[in-house]
């Protein structure tokens, strides 16, 4: 039996929790439109974003043949559509295909590369230097773009970088103030690109 023959196709509206941490794994997901937000559960009012996901990417790879209770939770950040394949099949299909296996190894080698540099991040950087860094990553890996309409809200930015609302309000504002970037109801333009990654660098 096929990957294809084993898949659901599913919609979910911006905001709803697509997977829920703690539940048995037994989808991998493929994000095949809109934008998605992986995150820790710390508490019922707290999380820690681990990353976002934009369209075209697979979700849930660091399960595979190892853990069957999900270590994280994944929402809609914007309206989405997802393929859910039967992880067993899944599997199979990695053993018996080198060419996919190996590009499966890449993209769980890219996950584990974000994890590490976001470690480095949230322990060794400063509040703006952490700002800075994540709308790189907005503007890189999202977005493609130095202009862009930004779908997160303050707290999801707050969530992502490990700082409080209050100063990621505070950091945009002095970014704003300082010509670094524009924003205009959410609508992105990054103004100053070299000075917003020496400021990431040296935060």
Partial sequence: MSVDERRVE???????VIAKQGSFVTHILFL??????IYREIDKDNNLILNFYPSGKLMGL????????????????????ICAMDIHIFEKFVRQNGQF????????????????????????????????????FFADQLYNSDSFHLSLTRKDIAEFTGMSVMSVVR?????KENGILEDNNGDITILKR????????TG
């Fill in 62 to 81: 660091s399960s595979l043949y190892m853990n069957s209770i999900l270590q994280f939770s994944i929402a809609a950040v914007e309206d989405s559509v």
């Fill in 10 to 16: 599913l919609h979910y509206r911006k905001g709803e």
């Fill in 101 to 136: 296996a190996a590009s499966i190894i890449h993209a769980i080698n890219q996950h584990f590369s974000h994890r590490t540099e976001k470690l480095v991040s949230l322990t060794q950087k400063q509040m703006n230097g952490r700002l800075a860094e994540a709308f790189l």
């Fill in 32 to 37: 095949k439109k809109g934008l998605t937000k």
């Fill in 171 to 175: 950091g945009i504002k002095d970014f």
């Fill in 194 to 201: 070299e000075l917003l990654e020496k400021i990431s660098q």
